[in-house]
């Protein structure tokens, strides 16, 4: 009887568990994610900052380049500005690891961008891998902690990730 009682008991504990992780990743999904993908498609820096706390640090693994919130988000110059806004940018996301507790979560997955060039029509496809530490901060989750490299990420590799549900 103790055993059963047991095994009950696990059983439930492992689906309060599983049910309070699909939670917490849907709230992340709709707070960081889904933002964090408009912001990009679209050049918002406001909304891109806006998914990130002020305490963020920022890991250009490609470059070996640690910075902060200053300088991640200091202000581009029109001439980018006006450069950018002649590409129609595309990123899409693919998890591989999302660990989550009721104020910290930790995400691993690779990411795919498309840019294509509005006066000639000229596309560039990237990819790569992202390690990413979140935490919430007043209710709300805020990247923390944002590292990317290329890490020789391709198609093929990209899509071993799963989709954001």
Not at 12 to 39: H, R
Not at 49 to 62: A, F, G, N, Y
């Amino acid at each position: 009887m103790k055993k059963i009682l047991f095994c009950c008991c696990s059983l439930l504990f492992n689906y309060l568990s599983i049910a309070q992780q699909d939670s917490l990743q849907l709230q992340i999904n709709e707070q960081v994610w889904k933002p964090f993908i408009k912001a990009f498609n679209t050049n918002d820096n406001k909304l891109f900052s806006s998914v990130h706390s002020k305490e963020v640090i920022r890991v250009e693994q490609d470059d070996s380049r640690i910075i902060g919130y200053d300088e991640y988000f200091k202000p581009v110059p029109d001439s980018i500005l006006l450069k950018w806004g002649r590409w129609k940018k595309n990123i899409e996301l693919r998890f591989v690891q999302r660990i989550a507790g009721n104020d910290k979560a930790f995400e691993v997955g690779y990411y795919k961008t498309t840019s294509t060039n509005m006066d000639n029509n000229v596309t560039r496809t990237g990819y790569g891998k992202f390690h990413v530490l979140l935490r919430k901060e007043d209710g709300t989750w805020k990247i923390l902690m944002d590292a990317d490299a290329h890490e020789g990420t391709n198609e093929t590799i990209f899509l071993t990730g799963a989709e954001m549900e």
